[in-house]
C-alpha cells in the first residue's frame, strides 16, 4: 500500500501552500519540455503553453481524478526530426494531430472490450518490472546531467552542484516537518542555485549561469505558433510510432496508480486516461507544440511528497501557461542550471524504480517460478540495456519500438505465452 497521503486527488490546499507546490511541478517538468522543442526546432513557449493546456484538457477528460502532469514526449522526437526533415515542420505537426486521434481511437476500443483483459496481460510481474525500468531507463539521463558540462565532458565541478543539490533535496525531505516537508525538490532547487551562483563568484568553473538570455527576452510576447499540414506518409508515421507510446501511457498510468493507490485503469477508466492524452496531443499539435505525454519527473515529485492533487497539478499547468507569455521569467528558469536538475533526477528517477521494486515484493511475487523470474528478466534487459526493434517505412523513415516501450510489449507477450505454474 502507498504511504499515507498528505493530500490526495480530490483535496485542494490552502493558496498559501497551493502556489509553491504547483511551482515545484512546474520546476520538475520545465526543463525536459523545452528540451524537446530545442532538439526538433519547435518553439519552447509554444510547448510550454500546449502542455499547460494539454494538463487541463487531460483532467477535465478524466473528471479531475487523475493527478497527471503533461509535458513534451520524447519518444516522438525521431519522428519529428525525420519528416520534418522530408517535408517540412508543419507535416510533423499534422502526424502529431493524427497520433492524438488514434490514441482516442485506442481508447474507444478499450471502452468497449473492456479493462478486465489487462488484468491478465499486466500481472505485478509484469507491472513491476516495467516500473522499475522506467525509473532505471532514465538513470543515464539524471547521471549525464549531473556529471557532465556544456560540452558532454565529465566535469567534477558540475558533479559537486549535482550532490550538493540531491545532499539538500534528501535532507530536507527526512527532515523537515510541516509545509516544508512537502516541497523537498523546490527546496533544492533553490539551494542548488544558489550553491552555484555562490561558487561561479570565487571559481571560474562553477561560473555557468548566464543572465544575458534574460536580459535580452523581451517581458509580455505571445508564445511562437505554427499550424499543421497534413499528407499520407506524416501521418502514417506518426499513427505506427504512437503504438509504442500506447504501451509507455499503460505504464505510466500503472506507476500513477501504484503510487496514489488508486486504479485508475477502472475509475476513471484507461479509455479516459488514453483519449486525455491524445486529445491534449492533437490539440498541441494545432498550435506548434510537441505531442504530448505524462511525466515521471512529475511522478517522482508526488512520490517524495505525497501530495497528489489534481488542482495542485491544475495550478502547475496554468503557471504553464502563464509563463509560456512571460519570456524574461521563462528565460529566468532556463538559466537553472544542468547539474542542479540533474541532482534531483538522480533521486526522482530512482524512487520511480524503488516503487517498482515495492510492486514486486508488496503482490508476493515468487522467483521461485522460472516463469516470473524470466519474465523479469527479460524485461529488465530489454529495457534497461537499451533494446531496439527498428525498420524503414519508406522515405528514410523508420519506425522504432525501443526502450520502455519495447521491454513492456515484450513483458505482456511473454506473460501471455508462458502458462502460470499450477497450485498444488
Given at each position: 500500500m502507498p504511504e499515507k497521503q498528505i493530500l490526495g486527488p480530490r483535496d485542494r490546499p490552502d493558496l498559501r501552500h497551493w502556489i509553491p507546490l504547483s511551482f515545484q511541478h512546474v520546476f520538475a517538468m520545465f526543463g525536459a519540455t523545452v528540451l524537446v522543442p530545442l532538439l526538433t526546432g519547435l518553439s519552447p513557449s509554444a510547448a510550454l503553453f500546449s502542455a499547460g493546456t494539454g494538463t487541463l484538457i487531460y483532467i477535465l477528460l478524466t473528471g479531475a481524478r487523475v493527478p497527471a502532469f503533461l509535458g513534451s514526449s520524447f519518444a516522438f522526437i525521431p519522428p519529428i526530426i525525420s519528416i520534418s526533415a522530408a517535408y517540412g515542420m508543419p507535416y510533423a505537426l499534422g502526424g502529431a494531430f493524427a497520433a492524438g486521434l488514434f490514441y482516442c481511437a485506442a481508447g474507444a476500443v478499450i471502452k468497449i472490450a473492456g479493462t478486465r483483459w489487462l488484468d491478465r496481460a499486466l500481472p505485478p510481474v509484469v507491472i513491476g518490472s516495467v516500473i522499475v525500468v522506467i525509473g532505471l531507463n532514465l538513470a543515464p539521463t539524471a547521471m549525464g546531467m549531473a556529471m557532465n558540462d556544456s560540452g558532454g565532458n565529465y566535469s567534477l565541478p558540475m558533479l559537486s552542484i549535482a550532490f550538493v543539490t540531491l545532499g539538500i533535496t534528501v535532507a530536507a525531505n527526512i527532515f523537515l516537518k510541516g509545509f516544508f516537508s512537502t516541497i523537498p525538490i523546490?527546496?533544492?532547487?533553490?539551494?542548488?542555485?544558489?550553491?552555484?551562483?555562490?561558487?561561479?563568484?570565487?571559481?571560474?568553473?562553477?561560473?555557468?549561469?548566464?543572465?544575458?538570455?534574460?536580459?535580452?527576452?523581451?517581458?509580455?510576447g505571445?508564445?511562437?505558433?505554427?499550424?499543421?499540414?497534413?499528407?499520407?506518409?506524416?501521418?502514417?508515421?506518426?499513427?505506427?510510432?504512437?503504438?509504442?507510446?500506447?504501451?509507455?501511457?499503460?505504464?505510466?498510468?500503472?506507476?500513477?496508480?501504484?503510487?496514489?493507490?488508486q486504479d485508475f485503469y477502472k475509475?476513471?477508466?484507461?479509455?479516459?486516461?488514453?483519449?486525455?492524452?491524445?486529445?491534449?496531443?492533437?490539440?498541441?499539435?494545432?498550435?506548434?507544440g510537441p505531442p504530448n505525454t505524462t511525466y515521471g519527473e512529475?511522478?517522482?515529485?508526488?512520490?517524495?511528497?505525497?501530495?497528489?492533487?489534481?488542482?495542485?497539478?491544475?495550478?502547475?499547468?496554468?503557471?504553464?501557461?502563464?509563463?509560456s507569455f512571460f519570456q524574461k521569467f521563462s528565460a529566468l528558469i532556463r538559466t537553472i542550471p544542468t547539474p542542479v536538475m540533474g541532482g534531483i533526477s538522480m533521486l526522482l528517477f530512482g524512487i520511480i524504480a524503488s516503487s517498482g521494486l515495492r510492486t514486486i515484493v508488496e503482490s508476493g511475487v515468487d522467483y521461485k517460478d522460472k516463469r516470473n523470474l524470466t519474465i523479469s528478466s527479460v524485461i529488465f534487459v530489454i529495457g534497461i540495456g537499451g533494446g531496439r526493434l527498428a525498420f524503414s517505412i519508406g522515405s528514410g523513415v523508420q519506425f522504432q519500438l525501443a526502450g520502455v516501450a519495447l521491454a513492456t510489449l515484450v513483458g505482456i507477450i511473454l506473460n501471455l505465452v508462458f502458462p502460470p505454474a499450477k497450485k498444488q
Amino acid at each position: 500500500m502507498p504511504e499515507k497521503q498528505i493530500l490526495g486527488p480530490r483535496d485542494r490546499p490552502d493558496l498559501r501552500h497551493w502556489i509553491p507546490l504547483s511551482f515545484q511541478h512546474v520546476f520538475a517538468m520545465f526543463g525536459a519540455t523545452v528540451l524537446v522543442p530545442l532538439l526538433t526546432g519547435l518553439s519552447p513557449s509554444a510547448a510550454l503553453f500546449s502542455a499547460g493546456t494539454g494538463t487541463l484538457i487531460y483532467i477535465l477528460l478524466t473528471g479531475a481524478r487523475v493527478p497527471a502532469f503533461l509535458g513534451s514526449s520524447f519518444a516522438f522526437i525521431p519522428p519529428i526530426i525525420s519528416i520534418s526533415a522530408a517535408y517540412g515542420m508543419p507535416y510533423a505537426l499534422g502526424g502529431a494531430f493524427a497520433a492524438g486521434l488514434f490514441y482516442c481511437a485506442a481508447g474507444a476500443v478499450i471502452k468497449i472490450a473492456g479493462t478486465r483483459w489487462l488484468d491478465r496481460a499486466l500481472p505485478p510481474v509484469v507491472i513491476g518490472s516495467v516500473i522499475v525500468v522506467i525509473g532505471l531507463n532514465l538513470a543515464p539521463t539524471a547521471m549525464g546531467m549531473a556529471m557532465n558540462d556544456s560540452g558532454g565532458n565529465y566535469s567534477l565541478p558540475m558533479l559537486s552542484i549535482a550532490f550538493v543539490t540531491l545532499g539538500i533535496t534528501v535532507a530536507a525531505n527526512i527532515f523537515l516537518k510541516g509545509f516544508f516537508s512537502t516541497i523537498p525538490i523546490l527546496i533544492g532547487l533553490v539551494s542548488g542555485y544558489i550553491f552555484t551562483l555562490i561558487m561561479g563568484r570565487f571559481f571560474p568553473v562553477y561560473d555557468i549561469i548566464s543572465f544575458q538570455g534574460v536580459k535580452d527576452a523581451a517581458w509580455f510576447g505571445p508564445p511562437h505558433f505554427a499550424a499543421p499540414k497534413f499528407n499520407f506518409v506524416a501521418v502514417l508515421t506518426f499513427i505506427i510510432v504512437s503504438l509504442a507510446t500506447i504501451c509507455e501511457h499503460l505504464g505510466d498510468m500503472l506507476v500513477t496508480s501504484k503510487v496514489v493507490g488508486q486504479d485508475f485503469y477502472k475509475s476513471p477508466g484507461l479509455h479516459r486516461t488514453l483519449a486525455g492524452d491524445g486529445l491534449a496531443t492533437a490539440w498541441a499539435s494545432m498550435w506548434g507544440g510537441p505531442p504530448n505525454t505524462t511525466y515521471g519527473e512529475n511522478i517522482g515529485v508526488m512520490v517524495i511528497t505525497r501530495v497528489y492533487s489534481v488542482a495542485v497539478i491544475g495550478g502547475a499547468a496554468l503557471i504553464a501557461i502563464i509563463l509560456s507569455f512571460f519570456q524574461k521569467f521563462s528565460a529566468l528558469i532556463r538559466t537553472i542550471p544542468t547539474p542542479v536538475m540533474g541532482g534531483i533526477s538522480m533521486l526522482l528517477f530512482g524512487i520511480i524504480a524503488s516503487s517498482g521494486l515495492r510492486t514486486i515484493v508488496e503482490s508476493g511475487v515468487d522467483y521461485k517460478d522460472k516463469r516470473n523470474l524470466t519474465i523479469s528478466s527479460v524485461i529488465f534487459v530489454i529495457g534497461i540495456g537499451g533494446g531496439r526493434l527498428a525498420f524503414s517505412i519508406g522515405s528514410g523513415v523508420q519506425f522504432q519500438l525501443a526502450g520502455v516501450a519495447l521491454a513492456t510489449l515484450v513483458g505482456i507477450i511473454l506473460n501471455l505465452v508462458f502458462p502460470p505454474a499450477k497450485k498444488q
